[in-house]
């Protein structure tokens, strides 16, 4: 149902640092001035995050101003001290009795081996991919998709490139709920029709099925070097100009995970860190959670596989684009 241009609902922006040579990059998102109601949900073994705790419902926080979707793995979340100067200049942020406190939470995905892993993503990155902040962002291998592959079970250099997808749609309430999927996962990326679209490769190119291969034992999980294949993530930015509570998020967020895993296999495994984020305006009229929810699962699905159909090479590392 994404029949939409690629663009954020009304107030919401979205840029990228990108480096292509050094195969990372980040991603932030702007919701409108006064902020967003968001919640975010976490599965898998391995996730690295920045102030989830207060998306929690229970957490006093009422809304957050920009949300960080960062390469670089742990040290990447430097990139939201950037994000938090820059929303300061803006005049953007929790107002308390010391001036303003721009909230920005986030998370990252592992690309330290896909390029050079001395560059990640810092302050003045995020900074950078606030400055380029556009409704209709750039899609594809850019910011912190830059890096990301999937299918990763023999290593990347048998892995796929992914990237940065998009999916949206208008709701039956008039609202719209659009879905950035940032793709680093260890497993293969699910079409359509239940074959695999991008995923780990057999020695002639082909799709040999992670889930196949570990259940049968055809193949063993390799022993490589650290952090590959245990490092991989799919972060998925769910954003709506709807009025949602910070509850309605939590459940849209949680609800997303069912279409991350109609796209993935294997999904939420002991060495991915899947995250979802839901960010409500509030700006368009209230929507049924349900509706919600069911919604972005569908988009969260389109939004992964887009990544793949968007991807091109980066630091060796084959699109499905090349395989046609």
């Known amino acids: ?3 939409d241009a690629p663009a ?30 968001a919640s975010a949900d976490v599965r898998g073994g391995g996730p690295g995050t920045r102030e989830l705790d207060l998306l929690d ?11 960080l979707l960062t390469g670089g793995s742990a040290f990447g979340l430097a990139a939201a001290d950037g994000v938090v100067r820059w929303l300061e200049r ?7 009795p010391g001036g303003l406190v721009p909230l920005v939470p986030g998370a990252v995905v592992y690309d330290l081996l896909s390029g050079d892993p ?24 850019v910011g912190a998709g830059t890096g990301a592959a999937v299918g990763k079970l023999r290593g990347r250099e048998f892995a796929v490139k992914s ?16 879905v950035l999927a940032v793709v680093n996962a260890f497993g293969d990326v699910i079409a359509e029709d239940g074959t695999i679209l991008a995923g780990t490769r057999g020695d002639d190119g082909s799709f040999i099925g992670t889930t196949t291969q570990l259940r049968t034992r055809l193949i063993e999980p390799p022993r490589y070097r650290k952090g590959e294949p ?12 709807a009025e949602l509570s910070k509850t309605d998020c939590g459940i849209v967020a949680k609800m997303a ?13 002991s060495v991915d860190g899947d995250v979802t984020f839901a960010l409500a305006g509030g700006t368009a009229p209230a929507v049924d959670p349900l509706i919600a929810g069911v919604s972005a699962a569908a988009l969260t699905a389109e939004a992964i596989r887009d990544a793949c159909r968007r991807a091109t090479t980066v630091a060796g590392i084959p699109a499905i684009s090349e395989f046609a």
């Not at 954020?8 to 902020?35: I, K, M, N, Q, Y």
């Not at 419902?57 to 949300?67: E, I, K, T, W, Y």
């Not at 803006?90 to 308390?96: H, L, S």
Request: proline share 8%.
């Open 230 to 241: 245990t490092e991989n993530t799919t972060l998925v930015c769910i954003a709506t100009d």
């Open 90 to 96: 803006e005049g953007r942020g929790y107002g308390t």
């Open 163 to 178: 990237g940065i997808g998009f999916a949206a749609q208008h709701l039956p309430q008039g609202a719209k709920l659009a």
């Open 1 to 3: 149902m994404s029949a």
């Open 8 to 37: 954020l609902p009304d107030g919401f922006t979205a840029g990228h640092w990108s480096d292509t040579e050094a195969a990372t990059g980040c991603t932030v998102v702007l919701p409108p001035r006064d902020g967003a109601v």
């Open 257 to 269: 995970h069912a279409g991350m895993s109609r796209a993935v296999d294997p999904v939420h495994s």
């Open 118 to 141: 001395r560059r990640r993503p810092g302050p003045a990155e995020g900074e950078a991919a606030c400055d380029a902040a556009a409704n209709a962002p750039a899609l594809g291998s």
């Open 57 to 67: 419902p229970l957490a006093n926080a009422a809304r957050v101003h920009g949300l």
